[in-house]
């Protein structure tokens, strides 16, 4: 009997542990078997597959061309459609006309600047963005017109699919719930007038075209915004020499950003030089 029970323990070293074990001893040994198979089995269902970086290389990879095909569809849903636009006028690569561009600064203090050209040559025009004062509780806000600038646009008279650039709205936790409000639906108001009035807009952020003519970082200013668009466009010069004008020369600079400008011209040559010349070379 006792030979017996100890063949059937799994580890002979367990029984040679104990050498002075009694017969109810090692009968009860004769349980370890059960929680040895319990103990491996719970091994086995612990364990997880390896995550190699190939799996993580091939996610990445999913994960950015999923990004990719949002943001096109982003995109063509704010674009005026090409099936439309190409039987009116000639387009650009990008699917519009490469002669007109608009630069929107969206904010009720903004502005929108269209640079064109045509036989005459290259001009730039500023516009303020029309608003309206409403009452938000006890106190009178100002809210972007939504009339007034599907009229503006309209008055233009602008090649069917224009490209929009309108600067992204990036609010700030110190801006407030107002802020954040006012912000978005400034925002709204001119991409659905935009688009709504044969346009393709093209949101870009502040970074973005403030890298392109080096205006980012904290040493500067809005006033540096005025200076520099005054300096590429002298004919609108007139138009920017209050502190409040911020939001014209930012709306300039987001158009010239537009027109695929990128650094600064010759000191000696404005940007209305610089694109005339461009002109009459092409």
Not at 43 to 59: E, M, N, V
Not at 103 to 125: E, I, M, N
Not at 131 to 148: E, N
Request: glycine residues 6%; hydrophobic residues 35%.
């Amino acid at each position: 009997m006792e030979v017996n029970c100890i063949k059937l323990q799994p580890d002979p070293v367990i029984v040679s542990s104990y050498p002075s074990l009694s017969m109810n001893s090692i009968a009860s040994i004769r349980f370890s078997p059960l929680r040895c198979l319990c103990t491996r089995s719970n091994l086995k269902t612990a364990q997880q597959p390896k995550i190699t970086r190939t799996s993580i290389s091939k996610k990445s990879v999913k994960d950015k061309v999923s990004e990719s095909v949002l943001r096109e569809k982003w995109l063509d849903s704010l674009s005026y459609p090409v099936s439309v636009a190409s039987d009116t006028v000639e387009l650009g690569a990008n699917g519009s006309s490469s002669e007109w561009i608009i630069g929107v600064d969206p904010d009720v203090s903004g502005a929108l600047a269209l640079l064109k050209s045509d036989h005459s040559g290259f001009s730039a025009q500023v516009f303020d963005s029309p608003h309206v004062k409403v009452p938000i509780g006890k106190q009178t806000r100002r809210r972007l017109d939504a009339k007034s600038i599907v009229q503006l646009l309209q008055s233009f008279d602008a090649p069917v699919g224009t490209v929009a650039y309108v600067e992204q709205s990036t609010p700030f936790p110190q801006d407030g719930k107002q802020g954040w409000w006012s912000g978005g639906f400034c925002y709204g108001i001119w991409i659905g007038a935009l688009v709504a009035s044969g346009f393709s807009v093209v949101p870009v952020s502040s970074s973005l075209w403030k890298n392109a003519f080096k205006l980012s970082g904290s040493r500067s200013s809005k006033d540096d915004s005025r200076e520099l668009a005054s300096t590429f466009f002298p004919s609108a010069s007139s138009l920017l020499q209050r502190k409040k004008d911020h939001g014209r020369a930012e709306a300039l600079l987001i158009a010239a950003y537009g027109k695929g400008l990128k650094a600064m011209p010759d000191s000696s040559c404005s940007l209305e030089d610089f694109l005339d010349l461009k002109l009459k070379s092409c």
